[in-house]
């Protein structure tokens, strides 16, 4: 088939839930995609922010194709070895004391949700425990992630949603007190807010919201699905703040295109929560998905990607910044490592469109105005001299 017609054998099949791009996607090698007649794009999207390690990685591609020819599914009413290696390494390098894999990163969300209402549960008994979201955020688009995402759009086809959720400002420790009660059980945020903009926490906020949490006894849940696994600097960028969650959930780049998350609690959450029958996966932390998880977190440390992430990061800001001072429609930059973007006052989805379609270059949207930019951890700086290349002849269109 030509590409015309998978594009219509796909329309004919698949339930229109996504506005895709007119673009057949084939095969992928270092930080390239390629189409199916062999057209070359640059990746600075990473499948939203999944493909750290790029494409064609053969230390990756080997361990599963190793594990692959052992086991790719038991149950979790069994043990196996990936489960186990992952789990240890996921737990060293978060810092966290116990972890449950799941799915996806939505899935990750529930299981945080319930476990910190199971805690509140056992701490203070039955009643209707409060959570506390964050305005303009994105945690997912489940019942249960919607419930705390706080972007309305997203929201209200689907009401009624779970209660007992209160919407603070981020970034703004007033509102959070404002919408604390005794019912409060958790405050959930992300560390750096991704689809609402490219928002990173304070430290000012971060640390207040933490202290509260031990003052108050409520559980501070931090959501790095997309912001964690090393994009920022760090392996999770809460570890640049000081600061330390209760619960974490994290996904994407920690299969590397393997669709596996997880959440992860400190020791005392894990204590008085959850129990047998509480929770359970089918997929979740299965053999194929787990021996992605461990061989990522080998290959962080093998290829000292942290390193080069740090490193690599001066010069991608030095090269968005010069696009800020070139052009009077980018007004301005933020974000934390690899996960930049560029605020814009012309319509950020033609800009999205055009770089694709005329520059063979993948990049993002997050809200109405930002480009964002999750390019693949091992990006080069030849790497970033070509989008540059290609995001000053998309937007030379605009002047």
Do not use: W
């Amino acid at each position: 088939m030509n590409k015309k017609q998978m594009i219509e054998k796909a329309e004919e099949n698949l339930f229109h839930v996504y506005n895709r791009f007119p673009v057949v996607f084939d095969y992928g090698k270092g930080v390239h995609l390629y189409d199916e007649v062999d057209e070359k794009y640059l990746d600075f999207a990473s499948g939203i922010g999944v493909m750290a390690f790029g494409y064609g990685n053969e230390d990756y591609e080997n361990a599963l194709i190793a594990q692959v020819k052992r086991i790719t599914h038991t149950s979790n009413l069994y043990y196996h070895q990936p489960m186990i290696e992952a789990a240890e390494k996921l737990c060293k390098a978060s810092g966290m004391d116990k972890v449950f894999f799941t799915n996806s990163g939505a899935e990750a969300i529930e299981g945080a949700l319930k476990t910190a209402k199971k805690y509140a549960y056992n701490k203070k008994g039955s009643d209707e425990y409060e959570i506390i979201a964050m305005e303009n955020s994105f945690h997912g688009r489940t019942v249960g992630s919607l419930s705390v995402t706080g972007t309305d759009h997203y929201r209200e086809p689907f009401y009624p949603l779970m209660s007992g959720v209160k919407f603070a400002t981020f970034n703004d420790f007033g509102s959070v007190l404002a919408n604390l009660t005794d019912k409060t059980c958790a405050i959930i945020m992300e560390t750096v807010q991704g689809e609402g903009g490219l928002y990173p926490a304070d430290k000012e906020f971060i640390t207040k919201v933490r202290n509260l949490c031990d003052e108050e006894g409520i559980l501070l849940i931090l959501d790095e699905v997309q912001c964690g696994m090393g994009r920022t600097g760090s392996m999770y960028a809460y570890q640049q703040y000081g600061i330390k969650p209760d619960i974490l959930t994290t996904a994407k780049a920690l299969g590397n295109g393997v669709p596996i998350g997880a959440f992860a609690v400190t020791e005392d959450v894990a204590d008085n929560s959850l129990v047998p029958g509480d929770h359970g996966t089918t997929y979740g932390g299965n053999p194929l998905c787990t021996a992605a998880v461990s061989q990522v977190l080998d290959m962080f440390e093998d290829y000292k990607l942290l390193d080069h992430v740090n490193e690599i990061t001066a010069y991608f800001e030095q090269v968005l910044d010069t696009l800020v001072a070139k052009y009077d429609f980018v007004t301005g930059r933020r974000g934390m490592g690899l996960m930049q973007g560029l605020v814009l006052t012309i319509p950020v989805k033609e800009v999205v469109t055009r770089a694709l379609l005329d520059e063979h270059l993948v990049v993002l949207s997050a809200g109405s105005d930002v480009l964002r930019l999750l390019p693949p951890l091992v990006i080069t700086e030849q790497d970033i001299d070509e989008f540059k290349e290609k995001i000053e002849k998309t937007l030379d269109i605009f002047l």
